[in-house]
Every structure is written in structure tokens, then in C-alpha cells.
């Protein structure tokens, strides 16, 4: 026949228990470190920027076009949000049927 014995431990312990490991082992890297790699940090370098090309006329139309269904789509709250957004339904028409289209950025 076996007996086991469940402890419980609390939070408060595995705190105390983990900042007494952290101290540790940031003592124990700093006596083994050399003084010139304690005084400088080392800077991640920054991803590099992502350059994407521009939207042709077309794709941008595409895009104004998504946007008026995303509009139509919506539920407004009150009258005061429904003037809202058929102004800006309004001028996505105006803008899908213009000539020449306004840069997207």
C-alpha cells in the first residue's frame, strides 16, 4: 500500500524562490564576465525597413471598392452614426468614379 502526500506551494514562495535564482545567476555572470562586456551593452540592430512597391490604379479601386462594401455592411447605432457613414460612402463613389484616384499614402 502507498501513501502519497500532496504539498501544496504557494506563489509567494515560487516569487522569493525565483528572485533568489535571478540574483544568483546575475552574481555568477558578473565575476565571470570581463569588466570591458559589463560596461557595454550590446544594441540589437533594428530590422530593416520593408520597402513594398506602390498599388496600381487598378489594386487602389480594388481597395476603395472593398472599403464601400465594408461600409455598406455595417450597423449603425443611431441617425447621428448613419450620416456618418453614408458621407463616407458618398465620397468612396465619388472617389472609385473619378478619373484619376488619390494616393492611398
Request: a positive charge.
Given at each position: 500500500?502507498?501513501?502519497?502526500?500532496?504539498a501544496?506551494?504557494?506563489?509567494?514562495d515560487q516569487d522569493k524562490k525565483n528572485a533568489e535564482t535571478a540574483a544568483?545567476?546575475?552574481a555568477a555572470a558578473a565575476l565571470s564576465a570581463p569588466p570591458a562586456a559589463v560596461a557595454k551593452p550590446a544594441e540589437p540592430a533594428p530590422p530593416p525597413k520593408r520597402?513594398?512597391?506602390p498599388l496600381s490604379e487598378d489594386e487602389q479601386r480594388q481597395v476603395y471598392k472593398w472599403m464601400l462594401e465594408e461600409k455598406?455592411?455595417?450597423?449603425?447605432?443611431?441617425?447621428?452614426?448613419k450620416n456618418k457613414i453614408n458621407?463616407?460612402?458618398a465620397l468612396l463613389k465619388e472617389i472609385i468614379r473619378a478619373e484619376s484616384l488619390p494616393r492611398l499614402w
Open positions: 500500500m502507498h501513501v502519497y502526500v500532496f501544496k506551494t504557494y506563489k509567494r544568483a545567476a546575475a520597402v513594398l512597391p455598406r455592411k455595417s450597423k449603425p447605432r443611431d441617425a447621428a452614426e458621407e463616407e460612402k
